[in-house]
């Protein structure tokens, strides 16, 4: 009897494993294997209770989508943080982040409390210029911005429902980015593919302004060329990731050297680009023509 009670409770684990389990289950021997990395960090959260997420739903008077119900439904929250041993120091470097549900709140509800300013007073403007027209405006009557993850200051990721405006009945859910300066980046139309890019990106700082028309800063964009050069080079449309994918057979591994790491444009490279096929003249090529000159302007 105990062995077929482990057995049906065996079966009813993989019953409930969702996809997201897998792809962090797949992450973190990936990240496991990278040069330099230390004190790979998984917090395992318990599940969300069904009446803790209808109460959720009951509150914001909105219906959470079905991938994102399956994710609290295995996990009530997920933080997966990484480090690297940079000059001999350990240094945090990596961070993957989705808010429990007692921290899937609301940032543009229009009941202010305490007075304080809120998102929707910075966002709605009476600026007609072509720069704000071209940003996109949730109208709080007509939208739902949850925070997913505060991206340690740097932005937000928000889970954002807004009602069509042809039909009342119809509302879509989207994630969107929101940056430091209060502009709207759309990111994927479901929080599955938005959890798949992040492990894709293995939750380098900032990686969302990969995907936006602001871009990498140039130090977030060195740690891409360290530990994602492929999904930079994807991200910035410079290369097919089926083509690359196909044609190396062996999976990248990048030597971490902290003195090429953060080299700037200025600076030159102690041995010539491999790509470049110009070379300097030799010694003796230059000292040969240097002779026959001086020897023609003495006769």
Same mark, same amino acid.
């Given at each position: 009897?105990?062995? $077929?009670?482990?057995?049906? =409770?065996? &079966?009813?684990?993989?019953?409930?494993?969702? /996809?997201? *389990?897998?792809? +962090?289950?797949?992450?973190?021997?990936?990240?496991?294997?990278?040069?330099?990395?230390?004190?790979?960090?998984?917090?395992?959260?318990?599940?969300?209770?069904?009446?803790?997420?209808?109460?959720?739903?009951?509150?914001?008077?909105?219906?959470?989508?079905?991938?994102?119900?399956?994710?609290?439904?295995?996990?009530?929250?997920?933080?997966?943080?990484?480090?690297?041993?940079?000059?001999?120091?350990?240094?945090?470097?990596?961070?993957?982040?989705?808010?429990?549900?007692?921290?899937?709140?609301?940032?543009?509800?229009?009941?202010?409390?305490?007075?304080?300013?809120?998102?929707?007073?910075?966002?709605? $403007?009476?600026?007609?210029? =072509?720069? &704000?027209?071209?940003?996109?405006?949730?109208? /709080?009557? *007509?939208?739902? +911005?949850?925070?997913?993850?505060?991206?340690?200051?740097?932005?937000?990721?928000?889970?954002?429902?807004?009602?069509?405006?042809?039909?009342?009945?119809?509302?879509?859910?989207?994630?969107?980015?929101?940056?430091?300066?209060?502009?709207?980046?759309?990111?994927?139309?479901?929080?599955?593919?938005?959890?798949?890019?992040?492990?894709?990106?293995?939750?380098?700082?900032?990686?969302?302004?990969?995907?936006?028309?602001?871009?990498?800063?140039?130090?977030?964009?060195?740690?891409?060329?360290?530990?994602?050069?492929?999904?930079?080079?994807?991200?910035?449309?410079?290369?097919?990731?089926?083509?690359?994918?196909?044609?190396?057979?062996?999976?990248?591994?990048?030597?971490?050297?902290?003195?090429?790491?953060?080299?700037?444009?200025?600076?030159?490279?102690?041995?010539?680009?491999?790509?470049?096929?110009?070379?300097?003249?030799?010694?003796?090529?230059?000292?040969?023509?240097?002779?026959?000159?001086?020897?023609?302007?003495?006769?």
């Amino acid at each position: 009897m105990e062995s $077929s009670h482990k057995k049906d =409770q065996a &079966s009813t684990d993989e019953a409930f494993t969702s /996809p997201h *389990q897998v792809l +962090i289950s797949n992450i973190i021997q990936k990240i496991e294997s990278l040069p330099g990395i230390v004190n790979v960090s998984y917090m395992d959260y318990q599940s969300a209770d069904q009446n803790d997420i209808q109460a959720w739903e009951r509150k914001y008077n909105c219906s959470m989508p079905e991938d994102l119900r399956s994710f609290y439904a295995t996990s009530n929250g997920f933080l997966l943080t990484w480090s690297i041993l940079f000059d001999g120091q350990k240094q945090s470097l990596g961070r993957m982040e989705i808010n429990s549900l007692n921290n899937l709140k609301r940032i543009n509800d229009t009941r202010n409390v305490n007075g304080s300013i809120t998102l929707d007073d910075l966002t709605c $403007s009476d600026d007609e210029s =072509q720069y &704000s027209a071209s940003l996109p405006q949730f109208d /709080p009557s *007509q939208s739902w +911005i949850f925070e997913l993850d505060n991206c340690n200051g740097y932005g937000k990721v928000c889970l954002v429902y807004t009602v069509d405006t042809g039909s009342k009945n119809q509302t879509s859910r989207e994630i969107w980015f929101l940056d430091r300066s209060l502009g709207w980046h759309h990111l994927t139309d479901s929080f599955t593919k938005y959890f798949r890019l992040m492990i894709m990106h293995l939750g380098l700082p900032q990686w969302q302004y990969a995907l936006t028309s602001i871009g990498l800063s140039p130090t977030a964009k060195q740690w891409f060329h360290m530990y994602a050069p492929i999904r930079l080079a994807v991200d910035t449309g410079k290369v097919d990731v089926n083509k690359v994918m196909i044609q190396s057979d062996e999976p990248i591994r990048n030597k971490l050297d902290s003195k090429r790491l953060f080299t700037t444009k200025n600076e030159k490279p102690d041995k010539n680009i491999a790509g470049d096929r110009r070379k300097p003249p030799s010694a003796k090529r230059s000292n040969s023509n240097l002779n026959r000159s001086m020897q023609s302007k003495a006769k």
